[in-house]
RNA sequence: GCCGAAGUGGCGGAAUCGGUAGACGCGAGAGACUUAAAAUCUCUUGACCGCAAGGUUGUGUGGGUUCGAGUCCCACCUUCGGCACCA
């Protein structure tokens, strides 16, 4: 081992506490005693769900990079809010204690434990005086409060819910305990039980989720996906009269145009249900059978049975408005009783799920629209094209008679129907914040009162699944509610989806430890909205769906003074394993960031996984390569210690002007990828200075030690260990100075220049050569087009032909294009 | 099926206001040092032809625009992610 060895395991556990003691990352406390200027910068995390294995490579990744931002935006003189927390609410934790008796309360404490070293290993620079976990008393006091906001303003509501009931373990399952449609404990077919349940009445903000993605810098892909999940479509409602009654059926559709083509109507099962209609003698038995078999229906065996097409004849007819023809209702279950009115046109000739369904049944196929050439032969033609069989609308095209024919009937308006439906909120689980609700004795909710928060999660619980809500056999807290709300009130026994607890928690963070409101004024105003937020792909669609809700909602209720919780945000990609598929435990190719940390230092790790590829794509473990990291870094030490050592003066020659300049253009290259999130290159740029470098001090010469300094402050936001140790080494400050103070050095704009350029010369679109120019004749058209042809490579294909075209894009290329 | 993202050496990837493709790293090969190995250092490394100079070819496929295309346009193929009987 060399003397200038760098010794990780030393370093760094030597300088994570010196910070702890300085509380050097600690915002909010610094801010107490007299704070310090520059703009605020929110930089937030996606928390993470604290699971008993403990951090994972993926959080590594994320964490990392917003840390070298927090870090990087701190020595630009910005004052940086980094706050971390836990998602600690959570299946995985009940789960276990159901197989092992231990109490989640235990096991999450345990988790956040180890993930708290882990990080604090790591060199995350978190402002550690506002954590927070979900499950903490204090903080879901405030989920209940938000919720109790939600009931007040009749936006929290009761209603019929369908959730997975295994009849077997007679309880209900989360959809991820459903595998391939039976129960993953006893193996029953698990099927679809209507309950009550609470709602949040998301879809009151449909158009403003749409609305407000136009405020954010968000990656389009993301925005398009929310876009999808809210699905607006624009179409219109027809009024299909009931024969022989005053009764209608509302049919959403989006292509009016083909109104003339409808043969039958088709209801879903809910829905035929809902209203009740009266059929005759003959059809209720089998109507009756279809629904209640439909009923029984599992999710998976929908989607299994979609090609079948099932549905039965009511033997009632409605009558089409736009011509009085009289059409079959049928009950389908292909048709959705939570989508647009439940109920559909069929128009076989022009839509594939009508048309396999009126072959099934043997229903009339009207072609309405003509496609022209495009629907030669096909039996079902879905695209626009011209009318015909429409009456006076013939000849129009789609497009003009989705205007014209809603116009010219009263019983057809223009409508818009959105996928998106309301949140339903409640868990029949234990290990999540009790829903903030009692019930008298007949039965009617009322508020828990506000003196009451937080409405405890009660601890004397039977975990092991009974069919109903675990909360039910805790005697204390039947106990409590009787004793604050008199007897024979009962309490709600669901706890609340975990999504409520982390739809505002970036609030929570700016004043986390406030005991008379969510967070104050003051602070809620200086921090948010969050400027950067660093995701996984895994949430982009339900939890910022649910944020940018519960964020409009309480802007609306006066807490808030901002639309959009987010402003910036980018995705981390997902790291695979060493054999390019998904990290699992099964397949045996999990890396353990410990171990990493062990072997190689956190340094190591953190830029090796900054370098492996663009933040936002999936990208390979690479053994091997971490130890090419983990030399640039051991070379990096060597020729900071070699410039500690030197004795006498620095030689001038052109290898040492070389690294003067590649110095300062890294610094530039560095200070400008950093914030573009682009670390894989910025850390390519430093290993190039590093060569350029390392060969200065080979011919003889080098850095001086103020040109040393800049370089380590360079470093510092990615690897923080190692630029404080080496820093201390070249200043000899005290220890309660850091490198993590300084600014961000500033480079020499004369310098960071390249001193000359080589530009390509082509012959007609073939690089023939390149010549050397310097920056001064960079725009001298004529100069470097005389220099480019006199070249021996490119007179050869020059000479003897005639020149047609000369080109020179200054400082890009030459181009020459000849002829015979 | 629909929506979205992406296809570049042996590998991870760089270069996208169209302008020298393959930066940086890994791996591989040759060499130096060493009793030997590790570590370190030097050189080579897209493919093909050539002793060399050099040439040809090359960014998923096929067309197109252009002096010039990884980058733009059209059609297609493959992979991954999401949604999925949404009327």
């Not at 951090?55 to 931002?69: F, R």
């Not at 389009?220 to 996906?225: M, R």
């Not at 928690?505 to 005991?515: A, C, E, I, K």
């Not at 909602?553 to 987010?566: A, I, S, W």
């Amino acid at each position: 081992m060399s003397k200038h060895w760098y010794d990780h395991q030393q370093i760094e556990p030597k300088w994570q506490q010196i910070w702890e003691e300085m509380k050097l990352f600690q915002q909010t406390e610094r801010q107490e005693t007299g704070g310090e200027a520059g703009d605020p910068l929110y930089l937030l995390f996606a928390f993470a769900y604290p699971s008993g294995s403990g951090l994972h490579v993926g959080h590594v990744e994320s964490k990392t990079a917003l840390d070298i931002l927090a870090r990087y935006y701190r020595m630009q003189g910005k004052k940086v809010f980094f706050p971390v927390g836990w998602d600690a609410f959570g299946l995985p934790a009940e789960n276990y204690a159901i197989k092992t008796g231990i109490h989640p309360a235990e096991t999450t404490r345990q988790a956040i434990d180890t993930f708290r070293r882990q990080v604090k290993r790591l060199g995350i620079s978190y402002d550690w005086a506002n954590e927070i976990a979900t499950s903490h008393p204090e903080y879901y006091r405030w989920t209940q409060w938000v919720f109790l906001q939600l009931y007040k303003q009749g936006l929290a509501y009761r209603g019929i819910g369908m959730v997975n009931w295994c009849p077997g373990c007679q309880t209900v399952l989360a959809n991820e305990q459903v595998v391939e449609g039976a129960c993953e404990r006893c193996g029953s077919k698990v099927i679809q039980k209507e309950m009550e349940q609470w709602f949040f009445k998301i879809t009151e903000y449909k158009d403003e989720l749409i609305s407000g993605l136009d405020q954010v810098d968000w990656p389009e892909a993301t925005k398009h996906q929310q876009l999808n999940w809210i699905g607006k479509k624009e179409g219109a409602v027809v009024k299909f009269n009931l024969a022989g009654s005053n009764q209608q059926i509302d049919c959403f559709t989006t292509r009016v145009d083909t109104v003339f083509g409808a043969t039958f109507v088709v209801m879903s099962p809910e829905k035929f249900r809902d209203m009740e209609l009266a059929t005759a003698p003959e059809q209720a038995e089998s109507v009756a059978a279809y629904i209640e078999k439909a009923f029984q229906k599992t999710e998976e065996e929908r989607q299994i049975g979609e090609k079948d097409k099932t549905g039965v004849d009511t033997g009632l007819k409605v009558i089409n408005p736009v011509n009085g023809a009289e059409l079959p209702l049928y009950v389908a279950d292909y048709v959705l009783g939570s989508y647009g009115t439940g109920a559909v046109m069929g128009v076989p000739a022009h839509d594939l799920r009508d048309f396999e369904f009126a072959k099934k049944h043997g229903l009339e196929v009207i072609q309405v629209i003509d496609g022209g050439a495009a629907a030669e032969g096909a039996e079902c033609f879905t695209d626009y094209g011209k009318l015909v069989n429409s009456g006076k609308f013939d000849g129009m095209s789609s497009e003009e008679a989705m205007e014209a024919i809603p116009a010219d009937f009263e019983e057809i308006t223009p409508e818009t129907t959105y996928r998106l439906r309301d949140w339903l909120i409640s868990r029949q689980r234990y290990w999540g914040a009790p829903i903030p609700i009692v019930y008298d004795p007949e039965g009617n909710p009322h508020p828990v009162k506000e003196e009451h928060l937080p409405w405890l999660l009660p601890t004397d619980v039977d975990f092991k699944p009974t069919g109903e809500s675990p909360l039910r056999s805790s005697k204390e807290f039947i106990e409590r509610t009787e004793r604050l709300y008199g007897s024979g009130w009962r309490p709600e026994f669901d706890t609340m989806d975990t999504f409520v607890d982390s739809s505002w928690y970036y609030l929570r963070y700016v004043d986390s430890r406030n005991q008379e409101a969510l967070a104050s004024q003051e602070q809620l105003e200086k921090w948010l909205p969050v400027d950067f937020y660093m995701i996984g792909p895994e949430h982009i669609v339900l939890h910022l769906l649910y944020s940018r809700f519960f964020t409009k909602f309480l802007r609306d209720q006066g807490y808030l003074k901002f639309d959009e919780p987010f402003m910036k945000m980018r995705h981390q990609g997902m790291i695979l394993g060493p054999d390019g598929r998904k990290m699992s435990k099964s397949k045996g190719n999990v890396i353990n960031p410990d171990e990493v940390i062990e072997k190689f230092g956190a340094d190591t790790l953190r830029i090796y996984e900054m370098f492996m590829g663009p933040l936002d794509a999936d990208k390979p473990w690479d053994v091997r390569a971490v130890i090419g990291v983990h030399k640039f870094l051991q070379r990096v030490n060597r020729l900071v210690l070699g410039v500690v050592e030197r004795v006498g003066e620095l030689s001038e020659s052109d290898s040492r002007e070389k690294a003067v300049r590649k110095l300062h253009q890294t610094i530039r290259k560095v200070g400008e990828d950093l914030p573009a999130l682009k670390f894989n290159t910025a850390i390519a740029a430093l290993m190039e200075f590093i060569n350029t470098w390392d060969d200065a001090v080979k011919a003889g010469t080098g850095l001086s030690k103020a040109e040393t300094l800049l370089f380590v402050k360079t470093l510092a936001p990615l690897a923080p260990y190692m630029a404080e140790e080496l820093y201390h080494a070249l200043t000899g400050v005290p220890e309660s100075d850091s490198v993590h103070l300084q600014g961000w050095p500033e480079y020499n704009e004369i310098l960071a220049q390249a001193d000359t350029i080589e530009i390509g010369v082509q012959v007609n679109g073939k690089l023939r050569g390149t010549v050397a120019v310097s920056p001064d004749m960079i725009d001298d058209q004529a100069a470097v087009l005389e220099q480019a042809k006199s070249m021996d490579s490119v007179q050869r294909y020059l000479s003897g032909k005639n020149l047609l075209k000369e080109i020179y894009v200054p400082g890009r290329i030459v181009s020459f294009v000849v002829g015979e």
